[in-house]
Nanobody
Framework: QVQLVESGGGLVQAGGSLRISCTAS????????MGWFRQAPGKEREFVTA????????YYTDAVKGRFTISRDNAKNTVYLQMDSLKPEDTAVYYC??????????????????WGQGTQVTVSS
C-alpha cells in the first residue's frame, strides 16, 4: 500500500509560478511511474504529465508543454510539478497518481494504482 500526499497548492496571479509536491509513504516509491492529473470545476479529471520510475523520461500534454516541469527525487519519495507562466485555465485540483513501471508515459487513469487527495491551484486573472 502506498499513500500519496500532495502539498503546495494555493492562489497565484496569471503569469506566476507555483511548485506542488507529492510525497509517498513506504519504501517502494522508485517502483512506480508517477503522474499529475487535474480536475477543473465542472470538468472531468484529465492527465497532465508523467515521469518514469527513474526520472529519465517525461511526457507533457500540449496544454502544459513548455510551462510545466515534472521531476522526482526517489531518495525523498517525492514527485514535483513546477508550474510557470500560469493561466486562469490552469485552475484545478491537482492530483498525483502512481502507476506500474510499465504503464508508459501517457498514463491512463484506469491504470493508476494509488491517488493522492488533491491540492487546489487557483490562478487569478
Amino acid at each position: 500500500q502506498v499513500q500519496l500526499v500532495e502539498s503546495g497548492g494555493g492562489l497565484v496571479q496569471a503569469g506566476g509560478s507555483l511548485r506542488i509536491s507529492c510525497t509517498a509513504s513506504g519504501r517502494t516509491f522508485s517502483s512506480y511511474s508517477m503522474g499529475w492529473f487535474r480536475q477543473a470545476p465542472g470538468k472531468e479529471r484529465e492527465f497532465v504529465t508523467a515521469i518514469t520510475w527513474n526520472g529519465v523520461s517525461t511526457y507533457y500534454t500540449d496544454a502544459v508543454k513548455g510551462r510545466f516541469t515534472i521531476s522526482r527525487d526517489n531518495a525523498k519519495n517525492t514527485v514535483y510539478l513546477q508550474m510557470d507562466s500560469l493561466k486562469p485555465e490552469d485552475t484545478a485540483v491537482y492530483y498525483c497518481g502512481a502507476g506500474p513501471r510499465a504503464i508508459g508515459l501517457i498514463m491512463p487513469q484506469s491504470r493508476v494504482l494509488y491517488w493522492g487527495q488533491g491540492t487546489q491551484v487557483t490562478v487569478s486573472s
